[in-house]
């Protein structure tokens, strides 16, 4: 038996109402260029359009006009999506609040989760978006998820409840240690401000 190994997400795949409702909020509020446009291959009703989340994926929404926005919250039962999150850069994510309450779109507030920040507020149709930072970059070669396996081994190591800053320092400075070299054969912290 073998695996099939994934390699990222491709594209997610949502039942919108109306083509406008789509474009205005995946666009229009998230500023995801729209990009193209087909029918549903798999229903002639349909039509289907593609999203770019802002990593070359693909966000796509299945639309028909004769659908009507319902803004009540999607299903959080076994096997449904609770909810989707988007990457966005600090200066925006600062910037999310007050935006958001801009438009009158009701949030959740900013959440710290430790090792980013997020904020939660639902689509016209009822699904909970998250909008979430990093609050770290990874060293080079690195991967945001390499830092937070790493910091994963540090939290477990020293029995803390949940990854917090402390751990995501460490991890960064383990991984730039492990895949670094150096001419120094003594890599341990100095403080170079001692008189001696």
Known sequence: MRKLQSQGVHHITLVGADRKTSIDFWEGVLGMPFIFE???????????????????????????????????????????????????????????????????????????????????????????????????????GHTHADVLMEAHKVRVARGDYNIAEIHLADAIEALVEGSRATLSSDRTPKDPYTKS
């Open 38 to 140: 087909q029918p549903n291959l798999d229903r002639a009703s349909e039509s289907h359009l593609y999203f770019d989340p802002g990593d070359g994926r693909l966000i796509t929404i299945f639309t028909d006009e004769n659908r009507k926005p319902a803004p009540e919250r999607t299903p959080t039962d076994i096997g449904c999506v609770h909810h989707i999150a988007f990457a966005v850069s600090r200066v925006t994510f600062l910037q999310a609040v007050a935006r958001l309450d801009e438009r009158g779109i009701r949030h959740s507030g900013v959440k710290d989760r430790g090792f980013m920040d997020s904020i939660y507020f639902e689509d016209p149709l009822g699904l909970l978006i998250e909008l979430a930072s990093y609050r770290f970059e990874p060293p080079h």
